[in-house]
């Protein structure tokens, strides 16, 4: 089998500015952060962004790198919005292309299928079409004529989705409740690019959970990168869960320009080695401060 | 009045009570309820009155019974699995009854979650329009606004996430084919649209609230029928599973207060 092993750096080098990528997870859920990340430090910019959004799309919004997002919502799920989303949309910074959930769903499933459309109740009457003027519905072919949205496939240049094990070869195997919907991701792509908290030996997958575990097939992967706390901040569970306290530093810095500036200093502007490290140092300020005042 | 009326019961315990009146009648479909009041309305209608409802954890499962809030997840019964994929696949077959919130709702039922103000640079970008448009077309949904005012209770909202009934009808068959606004519940009263020309009417307004205090805190000519009634107590049967078991620690008094 193919070795499919990468580097962070290796996987930002197969970018390029003006692509479409396709970022998996949901919410603050199982997102490839790490990978997101190693974009933030690169020169790729002008992205389409396609995501059921959490912190991925804000980070990527407050380093300027979206000209388009595409997406059902951004939300950090304990907390409802994501503060630079909310920025870039309301200055206008970025195209918006906000569809419900489910058509986002077949968006993915028509590209991974290879069929332009596909069709779906989801949109008629909502304002869904008019903010998207470029959909189109389509009327049923048979004696129902029904006319339904024709949910046009959502084609990335690239995706990238972060699980919990995976081995050399690209099969993956997420171990939390919800696959979400990172298979139709990386089968929407034309580079598809899987980070894991560990590569493992294959025998070590199915050992290691169900059989319904391993849902990402080799089939639909072209690099795997092993990115230990790759999701951090947001869940990876059973491996970790939502870092709340630092989800709640990267809300309060985005309200104040020296305060992000901060943040990013000591947490975007170096490498991912050394933001895991950090991330640690502000976890044991945060629990040190918490004690104190518990102490007070 | 039954003879036996329960003093003391709060503003957000009668906001359950008109949640649970959501499911009233409903069989064997996935609830599901955004906020606190629709979440223990829920609840209470599995226990007493819908016993055949199925509720989620809030993530990627069925549970038997009903939980109370905050219930440890390993104290949970699962009865299925119910990731979003396969959610998709429930709210298109119809089988589910929701309760969404709204940051705005309209007289003819159209709910925004998506964005205040112009589209290309909104005043406000809110989480998106979610699943609000697939879920009203496809399903039973409802409404649940904790803060009625006329910022809430608007003539037409700014982004039509959830579709109301005019949006629906304009958009053809297809939409309303299994389009339903059942209920609006509010921190002020319960409403419905049936009226000839399904625009929002009061149903009843909870015990403490006037019908004028209504009209005012609403932002759109509300059909006010001559007979509206106070939102019905809860029963001690009731009142006892939300106060001692479904919500011991009065979450519920922080969504609503009074």
Not at chain 1, 202 to 224: F, H, K, M, W, Y
Request: glycine share 10%; hydrophobic share 45%; with cysteine.
């Amino acid at each position: 089998m193919a070795d499919k092993r990468l580097t962070l750096d290796e996987f930002v080098a197969g970018l390029s500015s003006g692509m479409t990528i396709g970022i998996g997870g949901w919410g603050s859920r199982r997102k490839p952060m790490a990978a997101v990340r190693a974009i933030l430090r690169s020169d790729v910019t002008d992205l389409t962004v396609v995501s059921y959004g959490g912190p991925d799309v804000g980070l990527l919004c407050a380093a300027g790198k979206v000209a388009k997002a595409v997406y059902g919502f951004v939300t950090l799920d304990s907390i409802p919005t994501d503060p630079h989303f909310k920025a870039a949309r309301q200055s206008g910074g970025i195209e918006a292309m906000e569809v419900d959930e489910g058509m986002f769903y077949l968006g993915l499933l028509a590209a991974s299928q290879r069929v332009p459309f596909l069709p779906t109740r989801a949109g008629l009457g909502s304002d869904v079409l008019t903010v998207n003027p470029s959909l189109r519905t389509v009327r049923s072919p048979y004696d129902d004529a029904e006319e339904l949205v024709a949910m046009p496939a959502l084609r990335l240049d690239a995706a990238v989705v972060h699980v919990n094990r995976a081995d050399a070869a690209g099969s993956g195997q997420i171990l939390g409740p919800d696959p979400f919907f990172d298979e139709l991701f990386l089968g929407a792509a034309d580079r598809r690019f899987v980070t894991a908290e560990r590569i493992v030996p294959t025998d070590e997958l199915a050992a290691g959970g169900p059989l319904q575990s391993l849902c990402i097939s080799r089939l639909l992967t072209d690099g795997v990168i092993e990115t230990p706390g790759g999701a951090h901040f947001t869940a990876c569970v059973p491996d970790y869960g939502r870092d709340e306290g630092f989800q709640r530093e990267y809300v309060a810095a985005a309200g104040d320009p020296e305060a992000w500036a901060a943040f990013r200093d000591r947490f975007l502007a170096v490498d991912e080695a050394d933001y895991q490290a950090a991330t640690r140092e502000a976890a044991a300020e945060r629990a040190a401060a918490k004690a104190a005042k518990e102490g007070a | 009045m039954s003879e036996s009326t329960p003093t003391g019961v709060t503003r957000a315990e009668y906001c359950a009570i008109a949640c649970a009146e959501v499911f009233r009648g409903d069989g064997e479909v996935m609830a599901s309820a955004f906020g606190t009041a629709p979440a223990l309305g829920a609840r209470l209608a599995r226990l007493t009155f819908a016993p055949d409802l199925v509720l989620t954890d809030g993530d990627a499962a069925l549970v038997d019974g009903a939980p109370p809030l905050g219930a440890p997840p390993a104290s949970l019964v699962l009865e299925s699995h119910m990731p979003y994929r396969r959610v998709f696949d429930v709210v298109w077959s119809g089988r589910r009854n929701l309760i969404m919130m709204a940051s705005q709702i309209d007289r003819t039922g159209n709910q925004n979650i998506s964005a205040i103000g112009p589209w290309a640079r909104p005043r406000a970008q809110l989480v998106g329009v979610r699943g609000a448009p697939g879920n009203t077309v496809n399903h039973s949904t409802s409404y649940w606004v904790p803060n009625h005012s006329t910022r809430s209770f608007v003539e037409q909202v700014d982004v039509v996430s959830g579709v109301g009934y005019a949006r629906a009808a304009a958009a053809g068959p297809s939409a309303t084919k299994f389009h339903e606004i059942r209920f609006v519940v509010s921190n002020l009263g319960v409403f419905d649209f049936a009226t000839p020309d399904h625009t929002m009417q009061l149903v009843s307004v909870h015990p403490g609230v006037t019908v004028d205090e209504v009209v005012a805190a609403t932002g759109f000519a509300l059909v006010v029928p001559d007979d509206v009634s106070d939102t019905r107590d809860p029963t001690p049967e009731e009142l006892d599973l939300l106060r001692t078991v479904l919500d011991p620690r009065g979450v519920r008094d922080r969504e609503v207060r009074a």
